[in-house]
Each structure stands twice: as structure tokens, then as C-alpha cells.
């Protein structure tokens, strides 16, 4: 069975426009799926939508939309129309490196917005549509940052293990009614926005950032095997000796001292 003749013709993806979001459009519409493409910015989501459709020949709707808003689901829920979403990726987030302290509540309440309460929307409606007709997939990603407490990345990594519990939730929820949930947890990634952060060193135990596309191409082949995964060789040996060798003090600490040093803060 192919992954269209599981999951379906049609994959949303939010977060679209470049970095971990593109290459899961540009997998999926590989894959023989339609999609549907969401991102706040116009200029660069319409030139992505224009892309995949030159290149796979797949139908793909753009939709314009600011995932910070509170009405965003109802947003996209009238740009679909009566379009039929099979498989759901959610990647769209937002991070603020630095002291909790040294940026307002608002960048904060934007981080819990964009990557809990928009997506938790989202999922209650297309993950509901899912589970009314027996089948589909849903795709949240989280980060391994999200496994313990992270000093100056602290709403960001707290966010990432909401995304993951939520999604082990809905996996062993879902999963008997036919729609297969996973939470990605990957590490640094190539993206250009972790790239303009123009992270340091943290230590010699950082693993190498992994392509987009590794972690697309992994997680595609786990969804339906398992309900979380960490992407990556490196990412899962770091994780091991911070979950299970280095007690829980210490690996707070090292993830502190380690955005301390990589921002120079």
C-alpha cells in the first residue's frame, strides 16, 4: 500500500513556506498528495505553492494566515472550504531565545498560541474529520528540547513537551479508529531560522544540526510504528544520557549552560 492509499489525497501543512515546513511539502508531494499550505508570509508561500506544483504537478492552496491569531483555525477552516484534509502536519512555531524576564508576557503568550492553542484547534477539527471516516495522519513536531527544563529557551521547550504528550495521547486515543499521530522530537535542524540565530558551539556532545530532509524522510517512516520518536543517531544518544545516565539536575543544567554559551548570553 502506497502512503496516498493510506492516508488519503489531500496533507495540510502549516508552516509551509521554507525550512522543516517546505520539506515536508515537497515529501509529501512527492508522495502523489495535493496540499494545502499554510504561512504567514505571502510572498514566499505562493512562490513554494508555485514550486511543488512545477515540480510534482500536484494541486496545492496556499493560505495566507497569522497562526497567533485566535480565530486562525476558523481562518483556515473558511479558506478549505469543503476541501477534505487526510494527513496533517503541524510545524509551525515560534521560539525566543534569552531571559525569560528580558522580553514582554506577549512574545511569550504568541509563543503558547502558535505552538499549543493553534494546533490544538486544528487538530480537534481536522483530527476529528479523521477519526470520523477512519483514517488519516497527523504530524506535530516537537524537539528534544522539550524533554527537560531549558534555561533561556524556557516557553519554547515548554511548549515542545505539550506538543509531545499531547500527541502520545491522541496516538493511543486514535490510533484504534485508524488515524496514525506522531510527535517528532528532533534536535538542531538546517533550517534558515535556526540558522539566523547563528548558534555557537554548546559542547562536544551537540550532535551535527541534521538536513530538513532527514528528519521528514525519518518521521514519514515512523508515523503508524510509534507514538514519539527523537530524530537522529546523535539526537538519540544525547537523549539517552540526559533522560536516563545524567540525573535530572544535571541535565537542566547542562541545557542551560549550553544555550548560555551557543547565544553567548
Same mark, same amino acid.
Given at each position: ?5 493510506k492516508? /488519503?489525497?489531500?496533507a ?5 513556506? @521554507? !525550512?522543516m515546513?517546505?520539506a515536508?511539502?515537497?515529501?509529501l ?5 495535493d ?18 506544483? @512545477? ?20 481562518? *483556515?477552516?473558511?479558506? *478549505?472550504?469543503?476541501?477534505? *484534509? ?22 511569550h503568550?504568541?509563543?503558547?498560541q502558535?505552538n ?10 481536522? !483530527? ?5 471516516? !477512519?483514517?488519516? !495522519? ?5 524537539s ?6 531549558? /534555561? ?9 513537551a505539550? =506538543?509531545?504528550v499531547l500527541?502520545?495521547?491522541l ?24 540558522? =539566523? ?8 556532545? @551537540? ?15 515512523? *508515523? /503508524?510504528?510509534t ?25 537542566v543544567?547542562?541545557? /542551560?549552560d ?8
Amino acid at each position: 500500500m502506497t502512503f496516498k492509499q493510506k492516508y /488519503g489525497n489531500t496533507a495540510l501543512v502549516a508552516g509551509a513556506s @521554507e !525550512g522543516m515546513g517546505a520539506a515536508y511539502a515537497h515529501t509529501l508531494a512527492a508522495r502523489g498528495l495535493d496540499l494545502v499550505l499554510i504561512a504567514r508570509r505571502k510572498e514566499p508561500l505562493e512562490a513554494r505553492a508555485r514550486l511543488i506544483t @512545477e515540480l510534482y504537478g500536484v494541486n496545492v492552496l496556499p493560505v495566507v494566515c497569522d497562526l497567533t491569531t485566535p480565530d486562525a483555525t476558523q481562518q *483556515i477552516i473558511r479558506a *478549505i472550504g469543503d476541501r477534505s *484534509i487526510d494527513f496533517m502536519v503541524y510545524n509551525a512555531a515560534l521560539s525566543y531565545i534569552g531571559p525569560y524576564l528580558a522580553t514582554s508576557l506577549r512574545t511569550h503568550t504568541d509563543i503558547a498560541q502558535v505552538n499549543m492553542l493553534t494546533p490544538f484547534a486544528l487538530l480537534h477539527y481536522f !483530527g476529528g474529520k479523521m477519526v470520523e471516516r !477512519g483514517r488519516g !495522519g497527523v504530524v506535530l513536531m516537537s524537539s528534544i528540547a522539550g524533554f527537560q527544563g531549558s /534555561g533561556y529557551l524556557a516557553t519554547y521547550a515548554a511548549t515542545k513537551a505539550f =506538543n509531545r504528550v499531547l500527541a502520545e495521547g491522541l496516538w493511543y486515543e486514535w490510533k484504534p479508529k485508524g488515524v496514525d499521530v506522531i510527535a517528532c522530537c528532533a534536535g538542531a535542524t538546517s533550517t534558515p531560522n535556526y540558522l =539566523n540565530t547563528k548558534p555557537g558551539k554548546a559542547s562536544i556532545l @551537540e550532535p551535527k544540526p541534521q538536513l530538513p530532509e532527514q528528519v521528514v524522510e525519518e518521521c514519514l517512516r515512523k *508515523i /503508524g510504528t510509534t507514538p514519539s520518536f527523537i530524530s537522529g543517531t546523535g539526537n538519540k544518544l544525547v537523549s539517552f544520557l540526559m533522560q536516563h545516565v545524567f540525573p535530572r539536575k544535571k541535565a537542566v543544567m547542562i541545557m /542551560g549552560d549550553g544555550m548560555r554559551k551557543m547565544y553567548n548570553i
